[in-house]
């Protein structure tokens, strides 16, 4: 079936079942990730809540603990070894994710506290530049509200207007609509990859194509696409790129931006301090080159080592891998759950990924996610930071399962059981 179709009751979930395995070794994938083997409730962890945070290989904790325990230092600064060994090796992240990225420069990396950082980073810097009165930013309906509270705040600052262009019932964007906003040429294009709310995948390339034609520059939310398919920024041409490192199998408080040299080259830092100046006299300050002028202060060192060590594991295992195994785990997921009486899949896109948000009838998701976790098995109820997509479909909240690697077909079994329990409690 097409990931997002809605199957009848009696959709029989067996094809899905059978066939292939994962094209890596799931068990010895799993067996890298100690918090997977664990009871909740005494029963065994189900883990589905990886779109809001995904969980660490153990070379990523050895990496954050192994840097603590023998390589910390403050890095770009001292001619000590230990200095010298972290700087060397902080640089070679920013060149590995370069490469992850498929960046032109590594100097086009600049490293952020996550995705939220990096978008408000372009609002304040690009956009407080380049923006002015009456200009507008085109958003979608779909984007996190950190790819929509960032804008206002610009708005706020700079008289300029946001626009959000809308969605259709099954949660893809309107690209007549979007073109039609395009026209009206807004100063900057602002949309989410993959939406953590429904799945949606968007046709990035696509658009960016289009606002090019306009002269416009786009910046991707990449934060739950870069975990889970392979993302080339020179081939989408986009001009911003954000993601987070925790939900990429890396720590929290790290993340990503990418920016187009040229634009980057432009844009005034957004922050002073330490590390981001090239001169400081009491006078004034001139700024150090790219990517320095955008990371005033002493970064996020030990985090950017673990950051390193999960693009090492995503890159072994492959995200062409992942997105295989996951795109079948999202679509036995979405059939089993539609099977059951009373389920409403909200998002059903052509293109999805990951990412599986329900309502339940008579049920609250909140009440879903408490008995769900009574049987171990972890998913998201709320609105996912995306008030604007509940609004759209006209629900409070959605339940969420949203699947990393790791999981396994059995998993979405228990996700199926637990779902039957809700609704014999609730019947
Ligand atoms: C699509 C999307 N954008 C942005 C964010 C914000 O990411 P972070 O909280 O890591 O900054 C999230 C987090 O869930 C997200 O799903």
């Known amino acids: 079936m097409r990931i997002g179709a809605v199957a009848s009751e009696s959709a029989p979930t067996a094809a899905l079942r059978a066939g ?14 100690p ?8 029963c065994p962890l189900v883990y589905l809540d990886n779109a809001a945070t995904a969980q660490k290989p153990q070379s990523v904790i050895d990496a954050v603990s192994r840097f603590y325990s023998r390589e910390n230092a403050n890095i770009h600064r001292g001619v000590h070894h230990l200095s010298e060994q972290a700087s060397a090796a902080y640089d070679v992240v920013r060149e590995k994710t370069a490469r992850f990225l498929n960046a032109r420069a590594a100097h086009e990396v600049i490293f952020t506290r996550g995705t939220t950082d990096s978008i408000n980073l372009v609002a304040q810097s690009y956009g407080r530049t380049h923006l002015k009165a009456g200009d507008e930013i085109l958003i979608t309906g779909m984007e996190h509200h950190s790819n929509i509270v960032p804008w206002q705040l610009l708005c706020e600052q700079t008289g300029a207007r946001l626009r959000a262009a809308p969605l259709d019932n099954a949660g893809e964007l309107r690209l007549d609509e979007f073109q039609r906003l395009l026209n009206d040429r807004p100063r900057l294009v602002a949309v989410v990859h993959l939406s953590n709310a429904l799945g949606t995948i968007n046709p990035v390339k696509r658009l960016i194509g289009w606002a090019h034609q306009c002269g416009v520059p786009v910046l991707v939310d990449g934060a739950q696409s870069a975990p889970h398919i392979p993302v080339d920024v020179q081939d989408l041409d986009c001009d911003f790129f954000a993601f987070s490192g925790h939900k990429l199998f890396g720590p929290t408080g790290v993340g990503v931006l990418y920016g187009r040299e040229s634009l980057l080259e432009r844009m005034p830092p957004h922050q002073g301090g330490g590390g981001m100046i090239q001169t400081v006299t009491l006078e004034g ?27 090492d594991y995503v890159n072994d295992v492959g995200l062409s891998a992942i997105a295989a195994w996951e795109s079948r785990l999202l679509a036995y997921a979405t059939e089993l759950v539609s099977s059951i009486a009373g389920t409403r899949i909200i998002g059903t896109a052509r293109l999805k990924a990951s990412v599986l948000s329900f309502v339940l009838d008579r049920v609250h998701p909140h009440d879903i996610g408490t008995v769900l976790d009574n049987a171990g098995v972890a998913i998201r109820a709320g609105h996912h930071c995306a008030q604007p997509v509940m609004q759209h479909f006209g629900v409070p909240a959605t339940a969420r399962a949203s699947f990393a690697f790791y999981n396994t077909l059995d998993e979405v079994d228990e996700l ?3 779902l039957h329990t809700v609704k014999r409690m609730f019947g």
């Open 416 to 418: 199926g059981e637990a």
């Open 285 to 311: 300050s001139t700024w150090a080159p790219l990517p320095a002028k955008f990371e005033a202060g002493t970064p996020m060192i030990a985090q950017v080592m673990g950051l390193g060590a999960a693009l």
């Open 20 to 33: 292939a395995d994962a094209p890596f070794d799931l068990q010895r994938v799993r067996s890298d990730f």
């Open 35 to 42: 918090i997977l083997h664990q009871r909740i409730h005494g």
